[in-house]
């Protein structure tokens, strides 16, 4: 039988025997008996201090009750939030009501181990401001140094803290304070105070404070770790997403598989290269996307994962969907987690089909243009017009192709004019001069443009000499017949050097008298003769052995040309 049914009995049997004596005492005086009267008034009496106890009783017991069915209701409400701010207002309000505390405080402790105030509120449920935050912080570190509660019902006169400044200043009188406890580590503390009034909190107050720390430090915990579980989400959450776009924004294509081969992951790039970018291939078995080089593949994805080490620069030609076949480029390394456990590999690859295209329209006009030309092109500043600069300008013309050309069909003309032709430009280009172009059976090349030269006639003269030896030789290989020696000229003197065209289709090329000095001076050259200019002879006097011939009246001349053929080297 609990106490509450042991008070309600006593208090029934009470009432009966005060039933009883009233009725003794009625009769009583009826028959006019005082001294048993006064008996039975005494017997009243004694009864009323009875009943007056059991009246504090039911009393305590009903507060009792309240504030147990308070705590219950307390314990669902807060922890049916997990919101730290929500549950910190839920605590500060309640603890307010149920002690009836003119202003009460939460502090936690912060990253530093730190108390700090989270919530402080008054009995209007106002949040206090900086000047209302005045407190005992004596009170508070004997909380936290002896993890248990203090309660005092005057602090003025409290030989614990009377002399405090704090309580002196801000005219503290009813102070209670319990420690927030979660397995037995201390994580915070409740304060709560009255400025005016004395003996407001009781050994009540501090038990039910108490009891309710111990499950407010609980839900407090909770939300601090949904808190904190939510902001790690948040910023996973936000790195994803960075990922996301990092791998949206790389050019290469990356394709990450797992142990078994699957996809799992692949960017944009990645879709866009092997053409399916209107497709979803996560989760597709690399075999599938890639049938044609997956059985060469797959080697070197089984010794990545065996060696872990990575291998680059493989490269694999592919036909995707019936289109123009493609080149692709790969580097295959393996992917590992924290404990440098392999989880499978991530492959990085890049279409080299336009690269390849521009490397070998690159090597075909390296065929016609020095290398060293071309390094000192900058596509950024091309533009039309031209500078004057002195310059050696060497035709190169084969003899008697037109009377050739009369008794062969034309695939047999092609196949010596390029022998001839490329004989001439090797010998250009192994000089360091430029092809500036093709005429007919004929060649013009020019040599200090664009890269400056000091000795650029005496280039032009060994490139002329390296000519007639090459065809030399092809005597001894060829038919006779087909075999046709140049007749070269080569002239010293200024031209305008530049881009000659339009926007859309320009040349770089030479123009001036000295060029047209030169293109003179070969059409009087016989066959396997180099004839030089008299100003080109004076760049090279004592360098080449040579010897004067008839000056050339040549077309558009006033005046004889004095030239000299070469002979050789000294």
Do not use: W
Not at 272 to 291: F, M, R, W, Y
């Amino acid at each position: 039988m609990d106490k509450d049914t042991n008070t309600t009995s006593s208090l029934d049997q009470q009432i009966l025997h005060l039933s009883r004596i009233s009725d003794r005492v009625r009769s009583r005086i009826q028959q006019g008996k005082r001294e048993e009267v006064r008996a039975a008034l005494d017997d009243l009496s004694r009864l009323a201090g009875a009943l007056a106890r059991i009246s504090r009783q039911v009393t305590k017991g009903d507060e009792e009750r309240s504030n147990l069915l308070a705590l219950a209701r307390i314990g669902q409400v807060i922890n049916s939030s997990l919101e730290l701010d929500q549950v910190l207002g839920i605590v500060m309000d309640t603890i307010i009501r149920l002690t009836g505390a003119e202003r009460g405080f939460l502090m936690l402790r912060n990253g530093k181990g730190e108390l700090a105030v989270h919530i402080a509120r008054n009995l209007e449920r106002e949040s206090l401001t900086d000047g209302d935050l005045g407190i005992s912080y004596t009170v508070v570190n004997k909380v936290i140094a002896e993890g248990k509660p203090v309660l005092s019902t005057n602090a003025q006169e409290d030989p614990r803290f009377g002399s405090e400044k704090s309580i002196i200043l801000h005219n503290l009188r009813s102070i209670l304070c319990v420690p927030l406890l979660v397995k037995d580590e201390l994580t915070g503390v409740i304060y709560a105070d009255n400025r005016v009034r004395t003996g407001l909190f009781t050994e009540t107050e501090l038990d039910l404070l108490s009891a309710f720390a111990n499950q407010a430090a609980v839900a407090i915990e909770n939300a601090r770790l949904f808190d904190s579980v939510r902001k790690t989400l948040a910023e996973v959450t936000e790195l994803k997403n960075l990922m996301d776009d990092v791998f949206a924004s790389i050019a290469s294509g990356v394709i990450t598989l797992d142990l078994e081969n699957r996809i799992t992951l692949c960017n944009q790039a990645a879709e866009e290269i092997l053409g399916c970018a209107d497709q979803h291939i996560t989760g597709s078995k690399l075999n599938e996307v890639l049938p044609q080089i997956y059985p060469q593949l797959s080697a070197y994805l089984e010794q990545v994962l065996q060696t872990r080490h990575p291998i680059v620069g493989l490269e694999f030609n592919l036909t995707l969907n019936e289109c123009e076949p493609i080149s692709l480029i790969l580097n295959i390394s393996p992917l590992e987690d924290v404990d440098h456990t392999t989880r499978g590999v991530a492959i990085v690859l890049d279409d080299l089909t336009e690269k390849k295209r521009l490397e070998a329209q690159r090597s075909l006009f390296e065929r016609m243009v020095s290398p060293m030309v071309i390094e000192q092109l900058n596509p950024n500043e091309l533009q039309l017009g031209g500078k004057r600069t002195e310059i050696t300008t060497l035709f190169a013309d084969i003899q008697g192709f037109t009377r050739f050309s009369e008794n062969h069909d034309p695939e047999q003309l092609v196949q010596v004019l390029n022998l001839h032709l490329g004989a001439a430009t090797e010998a250009v280009l192994k000089h360091e001069g430029t092809i500036d172009k093709f005429m007919g059976d004929a060649v013009m090349a020019i040599f200090n443009a664009p890269i400056p030269q000091t000795d650029h006639t005496l280039r032009a003269v060994c490139a002329a000499l390296d000519m007639r030896s090459t065809l030399l030789g092809f005597q001894d290989e060829q038919h006779p017949e087909l075999s046709m020696p140049f007749g070269v000229g080569i002239h010293y003197g200024e031209a305008v050097l530049g881009l000659i065209g339009t926007e859309k289709r320009m040349e770089y090329t030479a123009i001036g008298d000295s060029v047209n000095t030169a293109k003179r001076i070969q059409e009087n050259a016989a066959a396997g003769q180099i004839l030089i200019s008299e100003r080109a002879y004076q760049q090279v006097v004592g360098l080449v052995e040579a010897r004067p011939v008839d000056a050339i009246q040549a077309k558009g001349k006033s005046q004889p040309l004095l030239v000299y053929e070469v002979l050789g080297l000294k």
